[in-house]
């Protein structure tokens, strides 16, 4: 099946953006922009953030890599994909790898990148990497980010399914690559 291709034609006219604020964590502005149609919308906002990676990894004994963490915008701890923020001058797949190794102690494998996804194209800027990679090994000792408290877990894969079945895991943009995973497409 083909791909509808996208249609520039329906693309907003930027006429003024205004940034409201700019930090590392949150760059958010306000644009005026103009419809195909002709209308005008004075004030659409826009989130910015740097691209985010996820990776599904899994051992060579078949056990997956997951992780544990407070997540404090929802007040929860979480079990979640190794994750994060891709850096500067880095290629999806380098983040995957970093950010696998940073978190969690391992790396090697095999690595493929299974899809691309958007928090929410309507108010955020970001696209998110999913990565598949089997045979992973402990490589070396983890390195936290100074906000990051975490406990790595090695799950069976069907702890991951009863995990997915009771809704304990919250995050859409690492149940979409595990459903896509598991479901085999």
């Not at 989130?47 to 990776?55: F, G, T």
């Not at 990894?57 to 007040?75: C, D, L, N, P, S």
């Not at 500067?88 to 996804?117: N, S």
């Not at 877990?153 to 399914?161: M, S, T």
């Amino acid at each position: 099946m083909a791909l509808i291709p996208e249609d520039k034609t329906r693309r907003w006219k930027i006429l003024s953006t205004e940034y409201l604020i700019r930090r590392p964590w949150l760059t958010a502005r306000r644009d005026q922009v103009q419809l195909p149609d002709g209308r005008v919308n004075p004030e659409y906002y826009v989130v910015e953030y740097p691209d985010w990676v996820n990776v599904i990894a899994i051992t060579k004994e078949g056990k997956f890599v997951m992780e544990r963490q407070y997540r404090h915008a929802v007040a929860m701890t979480c079990f979640e994909l190794p994750c994060g923020v891709m850096e500067a001058g880095e290629t999806p797949l380098q983040a995957a790898q970093r950010e696998l190794l940073e978190e969690t102690g391992y790396g090697k494998g095999e690595w493929k990148e299974i899809m691309t996804l958007t928090p929410n194209p309507s108010s955020m800027s970001n696209f998110t990497h999913c990565f598949l990679a089997t045979g992973v090994e402990p490589v070396g000792p983890t390195h936290l980010d100074a906000t990051e408290e975490l406990e790595v877990h090695l799950l069976e894969r069907e702890e991951v399914l009863t995990l997915l079945r009771e809704n304990r895991l919250i995050q859409s943009l690492m149940i979409s690559p595990l459903l896509k995973y598991f479901s085999g497409i």
